[in-house]
């Protein structure tokens, strides 16, 4: 069973910046997408960014495609998302995930079988 671990999480003023690190145990194949979703207290996780290796495009959320950017290494073993301009709506609990969704579907929680235990991001304003 693949494992998934995340670091970079921290505390940041408004506008600052962030880097987002995801390591698997087991290298990515073209069939999987591997994302970052997010959760705040009392919210539903959702989806922020993903990176399907099949295509090797990114997606994002709109609230954030101006300001993160999620890319991957040559190995595909790690995936990164940077943040910047960080907003306190940004705070939250960062995942990693890694599943075979289908691209109308990559930004459903429930299409990744595998996460990772989350790192907090806490913007302060």
């Known amino acids: 069973q693949v494992q998934l671990a995340e670091s970079g999480g921290g505390l940041v003023q408004t506008g600052g910046s962030l880097r987002l690190s995801c390591v698997a145990s087991?290298?990515?194949?073209?069939?999987?997408?591997m994302a970052w979703f997010r959760q705040a207290p009392g919210k539903e996780r959702e989806f922020v960014a993903a990176f399907r290796f099949n295509n090797l495009n990114a997606y994002y959320k709109d609230s954030v495609k101006d300001r993160f950017t999620i890319s991957k290494d040559n190995a595909r073993t790690t995936v990164t998302l940077q943040m910047n301009n960080l907003k306190p709506e940004d705070t939250a609990v960062y995942y990693c995930?890694?599943?075979?969704?289908?691209?109308?579907?990559?930004?459903?929680?429930?299409?990744?079988?595998?996460w990772g235990q989350g790192t907090q991001v806490t913007v302060s304003s």
């Open positions: 995930a890694r599943g075979r969704p289908i691209l109308s579907a990559l930004r459903r929680a429930d299409m990744y079988s595998t």
């Open positions: 087991e290298v990515a194949s073209s069939s999987h997408t």
